[in-house]
């Protein structure tokens, strides 16, 4: 099954929506330059149509997820730039030694904090979605490089018809002002492995700005514990036919303190991940056939030892 899928770009025409301050929303036009898989999309950009957020909405609970560990200085500013949309706030918290859980609430009495039992990201999300009470999750980092503001032009695509929104730096509208060379070049390696692979027209992978509706959560395989979950829930997303939209999403620099993100570690953990779930067609039986190559046991490793004083 193929996933339905949507990028959302507008290189050369921004307008404002005077009802979002400081929110800009693409308008999608007939000179644009990105692509569009959706004949409901072309015909409002054929018309003119703004693609953005809908000012009314129908009510849809939203559940918020931000994982944390040792986010006191920046989760202040994560928390009230929170939109109104945003029903429920729940922190999973990694066991922080500083005062992020104290500010948290401090800043907003509402939000739910949930301790992680395990470690990692993919755990830490894993415990959210499952304490989540939203009809609509959506998932954003603690430090501050992603902006809650941008909430908006996600829900607008799940409330007409998609089932899997995220974020892209690299479409118009979208960028990063955090991303080393490095990782945007191990980033488009990975996105044009995933293309090929199943056959989608992504622009980013590694980037967790997401939402989805809580209904396709069984089918988001939200199993791996490391960074890499990111990657997995786009990928499954994508092997269940999921009608999928990239939006564009400002990349910040965290506002303080140090990245967990280990680059070449956690890449190719998520190539792993990647390979790990292609095993269908022709080319993900050969990939699997090359997997259990790897890791099938010598024989020397796989022998029976013989009982001490034989042969």
Same mark, same amino acid.
């Given at each position: 099954?193929?996933?339905?899928?949507?990028?959302?770009?507008? &290189?050369?025409?921004?307008?404002?929506?005077?009802?979002? &301050?400081?929110?800009?929303?693409?308008?999608?036009?007939?000179?644009?330059?990105?692509?569009?898989?959706?004949?409901?999309?072309?015909?409002?950009?054929?018309?003119?149509?703004?693609?953005?957020?809908?000012?009314?909405?129908?009510?849809?609970?939203?559940?918020? *997820?931000?994982?944390?560990?040792?986010?006191? &200085?920046?989760?202040?500013?994560?928390?009230?730039?929170?939109?109104?949309?945003?029903?429920?706030?729940?922190?999973?918290?990694?066991?922080?030694?500083?005062?992020?859980?104290?500010?948290?609430?401090?800043?907003?009495?509402?939000?739910?904090?949930?301790?992680?039992?395990?470690?990692? +990201?993919?755990?830490?999300?894993?415990?959210?979605?499952?304490?989540?009470?939203?009809?609509?999750?959506?998932?954003?980092?603690?430090?501050?490089?992603?902006?809650?503001?941008?909430?908006?032009?996600?829900?607008?695509?799940?409330?007409?018809?998609?089932?899997?929104?995220?974020?892209?730096?690299?479409?118009?509208?979208?960028?990063?002002?955090? *991303?080393?060379?490095? $990782?945007?070049?191990?980033? +488009?390696?990975?996105?044009?492995?995933?293309?090929?692979?199943?056959?989608?027209?992504?622009?980013?992978?590694?980037?967790?700005?997401?939402?989805?509706?809580?209904?396709?959560?069984?089918?988001?395989?939200?199993?791996?514990?490391?960074?890499?979950?990111?990657?997995?829930?786009?990928?499954?997303?994508?092997?269940?036919?999921?009608?999928?939209?990239?939006?564009?999403?400002?990349?910040?620099?965290?506002?303080?303190?140090?990245?967990?993100?280990?680059?070449?570690?956690?890449?190719?953990?998520?190539?792993?991940?990647?390979?790990?779930?292609?095993?269908?067609?022709?080319?993900?039986?050969?990939?699997?056939?090359?997997?259990?190559?790897?890791?099938?046991?010598?024989?020397?490793?796989?022998?029976?030892?013989?009982?001490?004083? $034989?042969?």
């Amino acid at each position: 099954m193929s996933a339905s899928f949507t990028s959302v770009t507008s &290189p050369g025409r921004v307008v404002e929506d005077r009802s979002l &301050p400081n929110l800009a929303v693409p308008v999608l036009d007939d000179a644009m330059s990105g692509r569009v898989h959706d004949a409901a999309i072309s015909r409002q950009a054929a018309n003119g149509a703004t693609v953005g957020p809908s000012t009314t909405r129908a009510h849809s609970m939203v559940s918020l *997820i931000i994982p944390t560990k040792n986010e006191a &200085p920046n989760i202040a500013w994560v928390l009230e730039s929170i939109p109104d949309c945003v029903d429920e706030v729940i922190i999973v918290d990694g066991r922080s030694t500083d005062a992020t859980i104290v500010t948290a609430l401090s800043c907003r009495p509402d939000v739910r904090v949930i301790m992680q039992e395990n470690i990692g +990201k993919g755990e830490a999300l894993r415990t959210g979605f499952r304490a989540a009470g939203g009809d609509i999750i959506v998932m954003i980092d603690a430090d501050g490089s992603m902006a809650p503001s941008e909430i908006p032009h996600y829900l607008h695509f799940l409330e007409n018809g998609y089932d899997f929104v995220k974020g892209s730096r690299f479409i118009g509208g979208g960028g990063s002002r955090d *991303i080393s060379p490095t $990782r945007r070049l191990g980033n +488009k390696g990975l996105v044009h492995l995933v293309n090929g692979l199943y056959d989608a027209g992504l622009t980013d992978l590694c980037y967790g700005f997401c939402a989805f509706h809580r209904r396709y959560l069984d089918y988001l395989g939200v199993s791996t514990q490391g960074f890499e979950v990111e990657a997995k829930m786009v990928v499954s997303a994508l092997k269940s036919g999921l009608r999928i939209a990239e939006v564009p999403s400002l990349e910040m620099p965290r506002r303080f303190g140090h990245s967990n993100l280990h680059t070449f570690r956690d890449g190719i953990r998520v190539l792993r991940t990647v390979l790990r779930e292609h095993d269908s067609g022709l080319s993900g039986h050969a990939v699997q056939q090359v997997r259990s190559m790897v890791h099938r046991p010598s024989a020397r490793s796989s022998a029976v030892p013989s009982p001490a004083g $034989r042969p």
